[in-house]
């Protein structure tokens, strides 16, 4: 499976404008730049998408932990909060904090954390950044 996302950026750091796009059309042509990304102004960064991508992917994660513990979510609230930080080296992702909260019938304190830790470390988002990078990079 491979899902399919672009960008495309024009001017310079400070006062260009760019738009991202996803295969599936949900986002199109979303506007993001610098103030958006570094200033809290309108639009959107790539720090608030992995959060979303995060925050989804964990519980969903969550869902299948439950499941295979003969658990059923009526609810699951997942919020990431993606830490970056002017780092040495430059700017960097440092962590992401998940607040999970849900309504499982039947689930007590100890099964939920458990289902959940395991979420957190099985969750594709939670790997990515072990991912396997590669590139085709052309000048036109």
């Known amino acids: 499976m ?18 991202i796009s996803t295969e599936s059309g949900v986002l199109s042509n979303a506007p993001y ?19 979303a991508a995060h925050a989804g992917c964990f519980s969903m994660a969550l869902s299948v ?5 003969g658990l059923k979510a009526d609810k699951i609230e997942t919020s990431a909060t993606v830490n970056f930080e002017k780092l040495e080296q430059g700017w960097t992702v ?29 969750c594709p988002i939670s790997r990515l950044l072990n991912a396997k990078i590669t590139m085709d990079a052309k000048l036109v």
Not at 33 to 51: A, D, H, M, W, Y
């Open 94 to 122: 440092t962590e992401v904090n998940l607040e999970v909260r849900a309504k499982v019938p039947g689930a007590d304190q100890a099964s939920f954390e458990k289902a959940a830790n395991a979420a957190k470390a099985g």
């Open 65 to 69: 932990q439950l499941g295979n513990a």
């Open 33 to 51: 730049g610098f103030v958006s990304r570094f200033e809290g102004g309108k639009g959107t960064n790539p720090e608030e998408l992995i959060g």
């Open 2 to 19: 491979k899902k399919k996302a672009s960008a495309v950026w024009m001017g310079d750091l400070k006062s260009g404008l760019g738009s």
